[in-house]
């Protein structure tokens, strides 16, 4: 405690004291008892540990097997990278700061893994956005025959990296700053700021890096899901897109929960403390939406790959030690059929497929039924559309 000397009563003099604020990289939260941290650690080693195994498991896969390499993969395994460098990073040192109780590291590693985990973070946010409008790329095609293709994978990657790195570096060069959380195992962006300028920063990178992402994610999907109705219902008698249909549906509604889930509790608790900074909050529930955005590098590999049944089956080769097989398979001619477009090209090219062959036969089809001819079986093409 510091002092100052005060005359009263005709020169009387006393001390008053005065708080000096806590150095939160000397030592614990006094209010949290110890067993929060023990807690803390805990969850960040099961979160930690599933997402690097996760996550690697994803690049280790599309690394072996050639045939993963494909554009539209090169998002989902940009969305796995950040993934593994979020928990590499930010995982372990949350770990090891919360075995100890405190910020142990000092303030050049707050601000590196403020720094890392936000832009990373943000990476991983804008690959969801990015392969949305890729999917409704691929699937709707608005630019015609114009597809997908390697240099517009790479131009999406160059501009999640550049665009992420742009909002994120201000806080280490004035415009803002990186620090200490209020449970003080973490570091972050300073929402409890009350500075008009550092509020500038926080209201525009929750518009560029939450409200414009959600908006590609909802736009994309919900034109995505326009087209697959109005073809369905275009060949509903046969029933030609009602399955892929289902699919992408179940697909589209897993997705945007999972985005809603991990990221809005983090992005409502930060404008709430931006708006009120004094506001008080028991560290412990102050910590709740940044640790459980984390768990998104655990789901994410979960919804946007393991679903996909041409990376199980090549996931199931490299546990059988056997690459070569799932080459030969995968790339065999001999077997022919719905499952061909599955299993060489991806199950979002069967889709692609009955859509562009849907859309180009509306109006033929229309002729026939006029004439009471029967609705064809649409035979999908095995080569036209980049995978999922």
């Given at each position: 405690m510091d002092g100052f000397r005060v005359a009263v009563n005709g020169g009387v003099l006393y001390t008053e004291e005065t708080p000096t604020p806590r150095d939160p990289f000397s030592g614990p939260v006094e209010s949290v008892a110890r067993w929060n941290f023990s807690l803390l650690a805990a969850l960040m080693f099961i979160v930690t540990s599933l997402s690097l195994s996760e996550n690697f498991t994803v690049m280790l896969v599309t690394f072996r097997f050639k045939q993963l390499r494909q554009p539209l993969n090169y998002i989902i395994v940009n969305l796995s990278v950040a993934d593994f460098l979020v928990s590499l990073i930010g995982g372990s040192i949350s770990f090891l700061t919360n075995i100890k109780g405190y910020f142990f590291m000092g303030a050049w590693a707050?601000?590196?893994?403020?720094?890392?985990?936000?832009?990373?973070?943000?990476?991983?946010?804008?690959?969801?956005?990015?392969?949305?409008?890729?999917?409704?790329?691929?699937?709707?095609?608005?630019?015609?025959?114009?597809?997908?293709?390697?240099?517009?994978?790479?131009?999406?990657?160059?501009?999640?990296?550049?665009?992420?790195?742009?909002?994120?570096?201000?806080?280490?060069?004035?415009?803002?700053?990186?620090?200490?959380?209020?449970?003080?195992?973490?570091?972050?962006?300073?929402?409890?700021?009350?500075?008009?300028?550092?509020?500038?920063?926080?209201?525009?990178?929750?518009?560029?890096?939450?409200?414009?992402?959600?908006?590609?994610?909802?736009?994309?999907?919900?034109?995505?899901?326009?087209?697959?109705?109005?073809?369905?219902?275009?060949?509903?008698?046969?029933?030609?897109?009602?399955?892929?249909?289902?699919?992408?549906?179940?697909?589209?509604?897993?997705?945007?929960?999972?985005?809603?889930?991990?990221?809005?509790?983090?992005?409502?608790?930060?404008?709430?403390?931006?708006?009120?900074?004094?506001?008080?909050l028991d560290p412990r529930l102050a910590a709740v939406p940044a640790f459980f955005s984390k768990t998104a590098t655990v789901y994410n590999p979960i919804i946007y790959v393991f679903m996909n049944k041409q990376f199980r089956k090549c996931l199931i080769q490299l546990f059988r030690c056997n690459t070569s097989a799932t080459d030969l398979n995968l790339n065999q001619t001999t077997e022919r059929g719905p499952m061909t477009a599955e299993s060489n090209e991806g199950e979002m090219s069967a889709i692609a497929a009955r859509i562009t062959l849907s859309s180009n036969n509306v109006e033929k089809t229309e002729d026939e039924q006029s004439q009471g001819s029967s609705f064809a079986q649409l035979p999908i093409p095995e080569n036209k559309v980049c995978p999922m």
């Amino acid at each position: 405690m510091d002092g100052f000397r005060v005359a009263v009563n005709g020169g009387v003099l006393y001390t008053e004291e005065t708080p000096t604020p806590r150095d939160p990289f000397s030592g614990p939260v006094e209010s949290v008892a110890r067993w929060n941290f023990s807690l803390l650690a805990a969850l960040m080693f099961i979160v930690t540990s599933l997402s690097l195994s996760e996550n690697f498991t994803v690049m280790l896969v599309t690394f072996r097997f050639k045939q993963l390499r494909q554009p539209l993969n090169y998002i989902i395994v940009n969305l796995s990278v950040a993934d593994f460098l979020v928990s590499l990073i930010g995982g372990s040192i949350s770990f090891l700061t919360n075995i100890k109780g405190y910020f142990f590291m000092g303030a050049w590693a707050c601000v590196l893994e403020g720094f890392a985990v936000t832009f990373f973070g943000i990476v991983a946010l804008w690959s969801l956005a990015v392969l949305a409008f890729e999917r409704f790329f691929v699937i709707c095609r608005p630019l015609g025959n114009i597809r997908l293709r390697g240099k517009h994978a790479a131009f999406g990657l160059v501009f999640v990296w550049t665009f992420s790195f742009i909002w994120t570096i201000p806080p280490t060069m004035g415009w803002s700053s990186y620090t200490v959380s209020k449970i003080g195992t973490t570091c972050e962006p300073n929402w409890y700021s009350g500075n008009y300028y550092d509020h500038t920063y926080i209201i525009t990178f929750f518009t560029t890096c939450f409200i414009l992402p959600l908006g590609v994610i909802i736009v994309s999907y919900g034109k995505l899901m326009r087209k697959l109705r109005k073809v369905s219902n275009t060949q509903g008698r046969l029933g030609s897109t009602r399955k892929p249909e289902r699919q992408v549906t179940r697909m589209v509604i897993v997705m945007i929960m999972a985005f809603l889930i991990g990221w809005t509790p983090y992005a409502a608790f930060s404008i709430i403390v931006t708006a009120c900074p004094t506001i008080r909050l028991d560290p412990r529930l102050a910590a709740v939406p940044a640790f459980f955005s984390k768990t998104a590098t655990v789901y994410n590999p979960i919804i946007y790959v393991f679903m996909n049944k041409q990376f199980r089956k090549c996931l199931i080769q490299l546990f059988r030690c056997n690459t070569s097989a799932t080459d030969l398979n995968l790339n065999q001619t001999t077997e022919r059929g719905p499952m061909t477009a599955e299993s060489n090209e991806g199950e979002m090219s069967a889709i692609a497929a009955r859509i562009t062959l849907s859309s180009n036969n509306v109006e033929k089809t229309e002729d026939e039924q006029s004439q009471g001819s029967s609705f064809a079986q649409l035979p999908i093409p095995e080569n036209k559309v980049c995978p999922m």
